[in-house]
């Protein structure tokens, strides 16, 4: 597993992929009550080839990839906004589930943060995203809070999650 971190020049090539594991994994981590048009105009407007390309231009964020032979199977991105830093995606194919893949993207994402001097890096995770959740604790993440994510016409309730650096 090759964890890389992407910028601007790489978008051309790197920026489909990334849409590609994006609409792949997305829709894994919504609650089945979503529907899937929302889930839908939810990738179109934030997930999309022409937003990875925006987010890997953008020096306030970083965008992480795991690479198995070759192939992208994995993303994270963060956002640096002082003090702390949000991991504001992270999401892996689920035929590289349990392969180290999201463990790497989490490890570099922290490491990038504890290099900006960031306090804390913190995430929000749909309640019912009990997976994700053991995910997040088991790599030192605590619930420190909610917050409500509109995604489509439904509000989701999300716990706020964050790991002191």
Not at 12 to 38: G, H, I, K, M
Not at 59 to 82: C, I
Not at 96 to 121: E, M, P, T
Request: glycine fraction near 8%; include cysteine.
């Amino acid at each position: 597993m090759r964890v890389t971190a992407g910028a601007a020049v790489d978008a051309p090539v790197l920026a489909p992929e990334l849409a590609r594991v994006a609409a792949a994994t997305f829709p894994l981590a919504c609650p089945p009550s979503v529907a899937a048009a929302d889930i839908a105009a939810f990738v179109r407007a934030h997930l999309s080839e022409h937003c990875f390309r925006r987010y890997l231009a953008d020096p306030h964020r970083l965008v992480l990839t795991a690479s198995a032979g070759g192939d992208v199977v994995g993303y994270a991105m963060l956002v640096h906004a002082d003090p702390d830093v949000e991991l504001s995606k992270i999401y892996v194919l689920p035929t590289h589930h349990r392969s180290g893949a999201a463990g790497a993207l989490i490890q570099a994402g922290v490491g990038w943060a504890a290099q900006r001097g960031a306090r804390g890096v913190w995430l929000g995770v749909n309640q019912n995203n009990l997976r994700a959740q053991r995910f997040y604790r088991k790599h030192g993440f605590e619930v420190t809070g909610t917050r409500t994510f509109q995604l489509g016409t439904s509000m989701q309730d999300d716990f706020v999650m964050r790991r002191d650096l």
